[in-house]
């Protein structure tokens, strides 16, 4: 079974971590409270996906993540953070080595990391290792003094210098400042190192903002739009005309707060939320060819059927109905009890995606998205 190491210095957090994803049957959780202890473990376990918060006690996480690009360069590393998430302007879509998690985030967000992690390693897509656009926010996250030293394959050896979080000088062959800087932060497939920020360094020589240089913005910025009612193509919530405008409104914000859980997901092509009629209240989607009032009207009236059906024949109350195709599979999920709702979640993933666990997701989120109405 894959193990995943978690480290964080919260022993009541990481517990319940634990004892959540324990529960989930599908990898082996190992804990350490502190950085060294989280290094004993990666020399004598080999670790499918590493997770750790971004403050560990002794050596930090940054430290930590430093080891991982020396001595486990292909191991998907996943980083806890308190300050607010760098949101990257190039959606990682499974792209990424290091993924970004904010506190405090449901059992349910970390699992899917996780699954993204494996499914990376499964399909051979961490032999790019971290890159600099991934690590380089971390930095101003942490206001981080000291120097980094970045090897890559074939580029060879730079150096930045940070002063509480700023980039304010970088060295790179006969490159200097802000040339360097930028030439090192497209790097790929990366080891690191930090040691002191040397006395000499104190010119500032770069001009250009270290989020800006690493592609990224801050979530919160895009959440406070979606709580004005705004629609925002990067979260993918569609905006649907009529009923109850107010409810049709909570509905895209809940989505839109779940959406990176279900983008997450192996082979991931759209999730909807649909009336007990078909309609389409909000949704997502990966492929825009995909026809998502049609299936949902489709799917619902099968469904609608199907639940009269096993009814009759003496079975419970229906609650998901799973369609494979040759082109993809397609799940829809109903309420727990007849009373609980008419809504229904609705997601798709490819043929050799992730079914199983969208629909483990799907499920997961119908009581938040009734909670969010109540």
């Known amino acids: 079974m894959d193990k995943v190491l978690i480290v964080d210095g919260n022993a009541d957090f990481v517990k319940s971590l634990k004892d959540g994803l324990d529960k989930m049957h599908q990898f082996e959780v190992m804990v350490a409270s502190d950085g060294e202890a989280a290094l004993e473990i990666l020399s004598r376990e080999k670790i499918a996906v590493f997770v750790t918060d971004i403050n560990t006690p002794g050596l930090d996480g940054l430290e930590l993540l430093a080891f ?23 959606r990682m879509d499974q792209q990424e080595v290091l993924y970004h998690l904010e506190k405090p985030f449901e059992i349910g967000a970390l699992a899917s990391a996780i699954f993204v992690g494996l499914n990376l390693r499964d399909e051979g897509m961490t032999y790019k290792g971290m890159t600099m656009a991934s ?19 074939g580029k060879g050896r730079g150096y930045l210098y940070f002063d509480e979080g700023v980039l304010i000088d970088a060295h790179y062959q006969a490159l200097n400042g802000e040339k360097a800087a930028l030439e090192i932060s497209d790097w790929s497939r990366i080891a690191i190192k930090f040691s002191d920020l040397p006395r000499r360094r104190t010119r500032t020589r770069v001009k250009t903002h270290l989020m800006d240089m690493a592609g990224a913005t801050w979530l919160r910025e895009e959440t406070e739009s979606l ?35 279900f983008h997450s997901i192996k ?15 909000a949704s997502g989607q990966q492929d825009p060819q995909i026809d998502l009032p049609r299936l949902a009207v489709g799917l619902s009236s099968i469904f609608s059927v199907a639940e009269e059906a096993v009814g009759q024949a003496g079975f419970d109350h229906a609650r998901s109905l799973t369609l494979h195709t040759r082109r993809g599979v397609v799940i829809l999920v109903g309420a727990e009890t007849p009373a609980a709702g008419d809504l229904r979640l609705m997601g798709l993933t490819s043929n050799d995606g992730n079914w199983f666990y969208m629909k483990v997701q799907l499920e997961n989120f119908y009581p938040k998205l009734l909670s969010a109405l109540a």
């Open 68 to 90: 991982m690009t020396q001595e486990h360069p292909n191991t998907p590393c996943i980083v806890m953070t308190d300050y607010g998430k760098p949101w990257f302007r190039k």
């Open 267 to 281: 082979g991931y092509q759209a999730v909807a939320v649909v009336g007990a009629d078909g309609d389409v209240l």
């Open 135 to 153: 690590l380089l926010p971390l930095i101003e996250v942490e206001q981080k003094t000291c120097r980094m030293e970045v090897q890559s394959a």
């Open 227 to 261: 709580r004005e009612g705004e629609t925002t193509t990067s979260a993918g919530v569609l905006e649907t005309s009529s009923t109850s405008a107010a409810d049709r409104e909570t509905v895209n914000e809940a989505l839109g707060h779940h959406l990176d859980e």
